[in-house]
């Protein structure tokens, strides 16, 4: 957690919950399992708990200390709709965000069917709010995970939610994925990127141009994070070295300027 992030499409990162549990196909290699599980047992660190899920109530106010406007990925050691995060504490998130108006935050989830449930539950699906309930924050993004075809039901959630924002992080990219209108609609950006890491699975660049067609051609901004482990070409050569230039250009479309 900090106020900075190497992230390409985020500021910040903010984990009033760390720790989760393995869902599909694309948590297999899971950067944040990795690193968490190197400090298991080490006395008074954050992580001595290893990745087991942990609330961290004391971190919930912590975004309302930074002054400056940022965009703040949550939960990125975790998934804030995990099934073992009390509906309460999710409210404790939800309400720091509505609070700190100044930021942006980006909410991003695998588990898209307790996404979907719970947002309906505290949150209008009528952005007039005629049915009483509590308007939308904007200030707040929503987005689901994806890393193959298989997973396209968490998007058809994800356009159930009441966010102003919706988007989709394609990554890791395991796997052709056909981005339809349908898919499309109502759906304000899209991330794409390969695995790194030492067991990561190689992107292969037509399923990459395959999605940048789809959001060209349905105008949803597009943003290419990272090749990978693996190049263009299909050689390990490491994130650093792969860099993240497709087709001769950076694409870092955004639904706002990511410079804020």
Same mark, same amino acid.
């Given at each position: 957690?900090?106020? @900075?992030? @190497?992230?390409?499409?985020?500021?910040?990162?903010?984990? !009033?919950?760390?720790?989760?549990?393995?869902?599909?196909?694309?948590?297999?290699?899971?950067?944040?399992?990795?690193?968490?599980?190197?400090? $298991?047992?080490?006395?008074?660190?954050?992580?001595?708990?290893?990745?087991? &899920?942990?609330?961290?109530?004391?971190?919930?106010?912590?975004?309302?200390?930074?002054?400056?406007?940022?965009?703040?990925?949550?939960?990125?050691?975790?998934?804030?709709?995990?099934?073992?995060?009390?509906?309460?504490?999710?409210? @404790?998130?939800?309400?720091?965000?509505?609070?700190?108006?100044?930021?942006?935050?980006?909410?991003?989830?695998?588990?898209?069917?307790?996404? #979907?449930?719970?947002?309906?539950?505290?949150?209008?699906?009528? $952005?007039?709010?005629?049915?009483?309930?509590?308007? %939308? !924050?904007?200030?707040? %993004?929503? +987005?689901?995970?994806?890393?193959?075809?298989?997973? *396209? %039901?968490?998007?058809?959630?994800?356009?159930?939610?009441?966010?102003?924002? $919706?988007?989709?992080?394609?990554?890791?990219?395991?796997?052709?994925? *056909?981005?339809?209108?349908? &898919?499309?609609?109502?759906?304000?950006?899209?991330?794409?990127?390969?695995?790194?890491?030492?067991?990561? $699975?190689? #992107?292969?660049?037509?399923?990459?141009?395959?999605?940048?067609?789809?959001?060209?051609?349905?105008?949803? !901004?597009?943003?290419?994070?990272?090749?990978?482990?693996?190049?263009?070409? +299909?050689?390990?050569? +490491?994130?650093?070295?792969?860099?993240?230039? &497709?087709?001769?250009?950076?694409?870092?479309?955004?639904?706002?300027? &990511?410079?804020?």
């Amino acid at each position: 957690m900090s106020d @900075k992030s @190497k992230i390409e499409w985020t500021d910040a990162t903010w984990n !009033p919950v760390t720790g989760c549990t393995k869902v599909s196909a694309g948590c297999a290699h899971c950067y944040a399992e990795t690193f968490a599980k190197r400090f $298991r047992g080490v006395p008074d660190h954050p992580y001595e708990q290893g990745f087991d &899920l942990k609330l961290w109530p004391g971190r919930l106010d912590l975004p309302l200390s930074w002054k400056e406007r940022k965009m703040i990925f949550v939960n990125s050691m975790s998934d804030l709709f995990h099934e073992d995060v009390p509906d309460d504490f999710i409210g @404790k998130v939800f309400d720091t965000m509505c609070r700190a108006k100044h930021h942006i935050f980006q909410v991003l989830t695998k588990r898209s069917d307790r996404m #979907m449930a719970w947002t309906l539950k505290y949150f209008s699906s009528d $952005r007039s709010r005629k049915d009483g309930k509590v308007k %939308w !924050p904007e200030n707040v %993004w929503l +987005g689901v995970s994806l890393e193959n075809q298989n997973y *396209s %039901w968490r998007v058809r959630h994800l356009q159930e939610s009441p966010a102003y924002i $919706r988007f989709i992080s394609i990554e890791p990219l395991l796997s052709p994925i *056909s981005l339809d209108e349908a &898919l499309l609609d109502d759906i304000q950006w899209v991330i794409v990127g390969g695995e790194s890491g030492p067991r990561a $699975r190689p #992107m292969k660049p037509e399923w990459v141009c395959e999605i940048q067609n789809r959001c060209k051609k349905y105008h949803v !901004p597009f943003f290419f994070k990272q090749w990978g482990t693996f190049d263009a070409s +299909g050689k390990r050569v +490491g994130k650093k070295a792969a860099g993240r230039v &497709l087709d001769g250009k950076t694409w870092d479309e955004a639904p706002v300027s &990511l410079q804020i």
